[in-house]
């Protein structure tokens, strides 16, 4: 089943532990260290809009991006709401694309590691590389490998909410690095006590070394920037969990060789 459509409705109910507003500042703060203070920004994979929205607040003009309608459905409804002015197209980030350049993309909340293929991140990079404006920058997240080999990996994470309850099993192989992991939500039904309705969903994520990621910036002309520890923005050690890396644009400048 495709991911994040039974799962899109109740999204930001069951997520409501991600640290938007921190990843928000994070974000801002990169930003500015590279004198962009605003222009065009593409959010790939930007599920409901939580990051999106925030980063319209703030000034930057959004676009986006991301394969499910269901996702985007309720990223419209908060849209129509907030009366922000941002863009939504429901693209496949293997594939994107723009009317133009943008001063920078991001992606969070480990979108990259949906990107199960090496030949398909180069190509997700190369895209990249071409819709930024010169000197632009790729901001994005990843889990790291060892959040799936000793985090992750085999173990069931289950919780309950008045709303409902989701129980989530990881499968990961250590040979392809790819982690399954099997969604299953049970609903409570509207103006029900103990009626409930049964949603599953199958997604697949793959970890990536630090070294294949430099690689891939490598192939698709990409500058590797900055990567820090996501959650403390200091240098990463064998301790963390995600990742928060920093690509350059390169070679659009007339300049840059002269």
């Known amino acids: 089943m495709e991911a994040y ?3 899109a409705g109740v999204y930001d ?3 409501d532990n991600v640290p938007y507003e921190e990843w928000c500042r994070q974000i801002l703060k990169i930003f500015s260290e590279h004198g962009i203070r605003e222009g065009i920004v593409a959010d790939l994979g930007c599920g409901t809009g939580n ?12 676009i986006g991006i991301d394969h499910s309608e269901e996702m985007l459905e309720i990223a419209l409804e908060k849209k129509e709401k907030s009366g922000e002015d941002i863009l939504y197209l429901c693209q496949d980030m ?21 990107i199960t293929e090496f030949k398909d991140l180069v190509s997700v990079f190369r895209l990249v590389n071409n819709y930024l404006d010169p000197d632009g920058i790729f901001v994005f997240d990843v889990n790291t490998v ?4 000793e985090i992750l990996a085999d173990h069931t994470i289950a919780e309950n909410r008045s709303i409902g309850s989701f129980i989530w099993e990881n499968s990961y192989d250590p040979e392809t690095r790819i982690n399954e992991y099997d969604l299953t939500l049970f609903i409570r039904e509207e103006g029900q006590k103990e009626r409930f309705r049964r949603f ?9 070394t630090v070294e294949e990621l430099k690689q891939a910036a490598f192939q698709a002309g990409l500058q590797w920037l900055d990567c820090v520890d996501a959650d403390t923005l200091t240098m990463p050690d064998d301790s963390a969990e995600r990742l928060l890396i920093t690509l350059g644009e390169y070679g659009k400048r007339k300049d840059r060789d002269e």
């Open 146 to 149: 060892r959040k799936y080999e």
């Open 13 to 15: 109910l069951f997520m």
């Open 5 to 7: 459509t039974s799962f």
């Open 200 to 208: 599953t969903e199958t997604h697949f994520q793959r970890s990536y």
């Open 94 to 114: 293997r594939s994107f694309e723009l009317y133009g350049t943008c001063r920078a993309i991001v992606s969070r909340c480990d979108a990259i590691n949906y």
């Open 51 to 62: 990051l999106t929205e925030r980063l319209s607040r703030s000034g930057f003009d959004m």
